[in-house]
């Protein structure tokens, strides 16, 4: 069974919006671009899909944006190839590789899980915070970056109860930032 794995960066009081300030560096973006190189696929809700299309998906000049560092390219590359899922009720349709789930979360994911492979990526909000209610994430990785952000979404906000993990890998980077692996226990 692929492990469904749910990464994320967030700030040291709980903040997880990609406005907290917690924009990758060159070594934290070589973390990311091989987080993203050993997923088979990823699974997104509307809002993050739309806002990782919008910053990463290839322009169909084929050109990368002016904006784009060159050590961003590989990470726009993975993750532009990689297939996507994406949960809404909202969107008529998808594309950039990606297929709309409408049906039942619970037996899409597992069903999911099921499928050969190395693993399955969710990141975002809402949709984590759904599939931990459920069961169904096998590792959390959280990149803690030295910062107090002060305001935003906070990290599984809302969780009806506690969620034991227990640290799997952890890892420092120059910038400061930590990321930690951890495994729920069960």
């Known amino acids: 069974m692929r492990p469904l794995r749910y990464s ?27 987080e993203m190189e050993r997923a088979d696929a ?13 910053a990463w998906r290839r322009p169909a000049s084929g050109v990368w944006p002016d904006w784009m560092s060159e050590w961003e390219i590989p990470f726009a ?7 996507k899922h994406v949960v809404s009720s909202t969107l008529e349709a998808v594309d950039w590789n990606a297929e709309l789930i409408r049906s039942d979360l619970s ?11 190395e693993g399955l990526s969710v990141g975002g909000v809402t949709l984590p915070l759904a599939l931990t209610e459920l069961g169904l994430i096998d590792e959390y990785i959280f ?9 935003g979404p906070r990290l599984l906000d809302g ?24 495994r729920p226990l069960r």
């Open 8 to 34: 994320i960066n967030v700030t040291l009081d709980g903040c997880v919006h990609h406005e907290a300030g917690v924009a990758p560096d060159e070594e934290l973006m070589r973390f990311w671009t091989a």
């Open 42 to 54: 990823v699974i997104y809700g509307r809002t993050t899909y739309e806002m990782m299309e919008g």
């Open 77 to 83: 590359e993975a993750i532009d190839r990689v297939p």
């Open 107 to 117: 037996e899409t994911v597992r069903q999911l899980k099921q499928q050969p492979g």
């Open 143 to 151: 990149v803690v970056h030295p910062l107090v952000a002060g305001h």
């Open 159 to 182: 969780l009806n109860g506690p969620l034991e993990l227990v640290v799997v890998d952890r890892r420092e980077f120059a910038s400061g930032a930590v990321a930690v692996t951890y």
